[in-house]
């Protein structure tokens, strides 16, 4: 069987020495039980109020009470998200007299069937009987469980006669074996075929504070889930080179050499530690931008240079051609509004410039915030009664585009149809009902969106759960995205992986890759996810 091989080196440089970075440090909120009663509908619930960096799912487990039951009985949770400082309705389960049933053991004779499984670090007893077939109550029985707590390695047996299955233990304990190494990921299975000889070395330059009283918990988190992409790959046959260094502010504290040995560098965040690095690399040496959006423009002149983070002006492009593309009747109007002195006049007539590329005849609307309440006769105006308006709003100002949010939810009921269309940020402001944008069925393009559907994800969830023993943060979801992409390139391609990046877009957990090169210079990332709000409070992520 083929050697796993990975290297994981881990050196944070600072002053007087090297700090040894342990991503298993990173501990959850701890979860205090609320006294506090209260009864609604008849039905008895704890308030249990929000603190900061809580998850449901630690808060769930705190109370025993399913997940689904705390969306149930809190609705707006799943829509908006968990909030600091938010009131949760936890059902109150009744007092249960839990007894420890005496468990005969049992010994097993050369004839039973069974395998033997070694317990992963990400795997739990509902995952195991998934793999196998056998329920949870047989393969607690035959390994004398009074509990689901499992520890990694552990021995379990799997009776295979509970699985029902009619063909021989050797066939049975080979297909058993199968199951328990199939994982649920994005690297190809081009990555098992690489030789051993293979390797990369990459560098991750990430601003962690180590040496600040609190050290940055984005950093941590996209660090943790790029070390799951790097396990990963390892585990699939890759001899993977780490290191990993803490930059703080603009100071990059690796040296040219050690660049001019890297394949890859991923970081440091800022565009001007970014520029900095790209000025220490030799060309052969890529360095990825993973979280600025407004570092797109370093890919002028550097053919070393990859945008991973979607800019705002793709974005707003692409909300162009969404309108485009859905606008179908030529009584439909289109009007973008922005605020009166917005800094953002570059952005404001690059919008107008792809307008009129795309064909789309629009009216603009400007306003400052004081005129808010004013501006619903004037706006009118330009509406259609009796078609669609189909209306941009063009800032990332909090107070102002909830102004328009409003005013537009009062010109809806007037009777007036209305699309919004707006810029990826809206989802996070915390001053915007969010009933006012379903029923305003605000159409958004952004550079980030997770499915907690879609099955890719719920593994990834389970296995980030069980090795940090918190939610994975977006932090944690681009580390891996970034992280498994690029290690799958060079999987299936080699040395040479640069030559498919912009043939290759993928679909990862919450960012699309579809890279294009910039005039002979970088390649910057155009991969966009598309969600509409509907009025019956749904959240769809539209397939293009």
Not at 64 to 77: Q, R, T
Request: hydrophobic share 35%; aromatic share 10%; with cysteine.
């Amino acid at each position: 069987m083929k050697h796993l091989f990975y290297t994981l080196l881990i050196v944070i440089l600072a002053s007087g020495g090297a700090t040894v970075l342990h991503a298993q440090e990173y501990t959850p909120v701890p979860v205090v039980v609320s006294k506090e009663k209260v009864r609604v509908d008849g039905k008895l619930y704890y308030s249990h109020i929000v603190t900061e960096r809580q998850t449901l799912y630690s808060i769930s487990k705190a109370y025993n009470v399913p997940i689904g039951e705390i969306y149930e009985a809190n609705p707006s949770v799943k829509s908006e998200g968990l909030k600091k400082n938010a009131i949760l309705l936890i059902p109150c389960k009744g007092q249960q007299q839990q007894k420890k049933a005496e468990v005969k053991k049992k010994t097993v004779a050369e004839d039973d069937e069974y395998v033997i499984h070694t317990v992963k670090w990400y795997e739990d007893l509902d995952a195991i009987s998934e793999k196998y077939g056998v329920p949870v109550n047989a393969i607690m029985d035959a390994n004398g469980l009074t509990g689901r707590k499992l520890t990694r390695r552990q021995k379990l047996k799997i009776p295979l006669r509970a699985a029902g299955s009619e063909t021989g233990t050797e066939n049975v304990a080979e297909t058993a074996m199968n199951a328990a190494d199939v994982q649920t990921d994005s690297i190809p299975a081009a990555m098992q075929g690489r030789d051993e000889k293979d390797k990369i070395n990459a560098i991750l330059l990430m601003p962690f504070n180590t040496h600040g009283e609190k050290p940055r918990s984005g950093s941590i988190d996209f660090y943790c889930g790029a070390l799951m992409a790097v396990k990963q790959a390892g585990d699939k046959g890759m001899n993977i080179d780490l290191s990993v260094y803490d930059v703080e502010g603009d100071v990059i504290p690796v040296t040219k050499d050690k660049f001019g040995d890297t394949d890859l560098v991923i970081g440091p965040v800022s565009p001007a530690a970014l520029a900095e690095v790209l000025a220490r690399c030799p060309e052969g040496t890529d360095v990825i931008s993973p979280l600025d959006h407004k570092a797109e423009y370093l890919a002028a002149g550097h053919t070393n240079f990859i945008q991973a983070p979607t800019s705002s002006m793709v974005l707003y492009s692409d909300l162009a051609e969404w309108i485009r593309t859905e606008k179908r009747d030529s009584e439909e109007k289109v009007i973008v509004i922005y605020e009166k002195g917005s800094r953002d006049i570059q952005e404001l007539a690059a919008m107008n410039t792809i307008l009129q590329k795309d064909g789309i005849k629009f009216s603009s609307f400007s306003y400052s915030i004081l005129e808010g309440r004013d501006i619903q006769g004037p706006l009118t105006a330009m509406m259609s009664k009796d078609a669609a308006n189909r209306v941009l709003v063009m800032s990332e100002s909090e107070a102002f585009v909830n102004d328009v949010v409003r005013n537009l939810n009062l010109i809806i009921h007037s009777e007036y149809e209305v699309i919004l269309y707006g810029p990826s940020k809206i989802r996070s402001f915390d001053t915007i009902e969010v009933d006012n944008l379903h029923n305003a069925r605000l159409h958004t393009s952004l550079a980030y969106y997770v499915d907690y559907e879609d099955e890719t994800v719920k593994d990834f969830v389970r296995k980030y759960r069980a090795l940090y023993n918190t939610e994975p943060t977006p932090y944690a979801f681009q580390g891996y995205d970034i992280a498994a992409y690029f290690l799958s390139l060079y999987a299936g391609h080699g040395s040479s992986w640069k030559e498919y990046l912009g043939s290759e877009g993928r679909d990862m957990l919450q960012a699309d890759f579809d890279f294009r090169q910039e005039d002979d210079g970088g390649y910057v990332n155009y991969g966009v996810r598309r969600i509409v709000y509907g009025p019956d409070y749904s959240i769809t992520l539209v397939q293009e």
